[in-house]
Nanobody
Framework: QVRLVESGGGLVQAGGSLRLSCAPS????????MGWYRQAPGKQRELVAI?????????TYADSAKGRFTISRDGANIAVNLQMTSLKPEDTAVYYC????????????WGQGTQVTVSP
């Protein structure tokens, strides 16, 4: 079974930057979207950013991420990255990578989550 493998989380001071990366452990066919969600303690999981799997110019950002975060795809490796700048303490959360594919059926893939902690 294909897994999504994330990297790049950690501890950073407010105003700093982090880059998250995610790649599948095997092939995924019919990829439609790739993105990042996050979940802070006591809160629901929320969308951070998502990119169209084939039309890479089509991106959607949460209002909280606009102007600070950039999602991109590494086409050669079918990896998705999230460059986060001007980080704030309220960005502290577990960040989850997400892929959606349609190959005979609709398939959702989730990463295991990576912790991002932003100190004041």
């Amino acid at each position: 079974q294909v897994r999504l493998v994330e990297s790049g989380g950690g501890l950073v001071q407010a105003g700093g930057s982090l880059r998250l990366s995610c790649a599948p452990s095997g092939n995924i066919y019919g990829l439609t979207a790739m993105g990042w969600y996050r979940q802070a303690p006591g809160k629901q999981r929320e969308l951070v950013a998502i990119i169209n799997g084939s039309r890479l110019s089509e991106t959607t950002y949460a209002d909280s991420a606009k102007g600070r975060f950039t999602i991109s795809r590494d086409g050669a490796n079918i990896a998705v990255n999230l460059q986060m700048t001007s980080l704030k303490p309220e960005d502290t959360a577990v960040y989850y990578c997400y892929f959606n594919a349609r190959w005979g059926m609709n398939l959702d893939y989730w990463g295991q989550g990576t912790q991002v902690t932003v100190s004041p």
